[in-house]
């Protein structure tokens, strides 16, 4: 079984920047990907990243703004999503989720069985 927590949300102004954290229990042949849910709206991919190569993929809604990016602190994997240029409209929970695969699926919920709890993102005009 695969955890993962989430970490790094909070509120900001427009035009300023947050660094979101993932914690991965278990980091081998492993995709991360970053959702995010707006009240009312379905659930979109923003980012994803494969542990193996370290490819990336980002949505048109974040790309230039967002950074996906890993780490392997103590042997406890952790994955990064740092968003600058931060608008209303990216107010949402976010999502960390995990799929073993050898390499990143398409970016769709239903490609990702593992799911963190989410982190909260409110964004101010």
């Known amino acids: 079984q695969v955890q993962l927590l989430e970490s790094g949300g909070g509120s900001v102004q427009a035009g300023g920047s947050l660094r979101l954290s993932c914690a991965v229990s278990?980091?081998?042949?492993?995709?991360m990907g970053w959702f995010r849910q707006a009240p009312g709206k379905e659930r979109e991919g923003v980012a994803s990243?494969?542990?193996?190569?370290?490819?990336?993929?980002?949505a048109d809604s974040v790309k230039g703004r967002a950074t996906i990016s890993q780490d392997s602190p103590n042997a406890k994997n952790t994955v990064y999503l740092h968003l600058n240029g931060l608008k209303p409209e990216d107010t949402a929970m976010y999502y960390c989720?995990?799929?073993?695969?050898?390499?990143?699926?398409?970016?769709?919920?239903?490609?990702?069985?593992?799911w963190g709890q989410g982190t909260q993102v409110t964004v101010s005009p």
């Open positions: 990243i494969h542990a193996g190569d370290g490819s990336t993929y980002y």
């Open positions: 989720a995990a799929d073993f695969s050898i390499r990143c699926r398409p970016l769709y919920q239903g490609n990702f069985p593992y």
């Open positions: 278990a980091y081998l042949n492993i995709c």
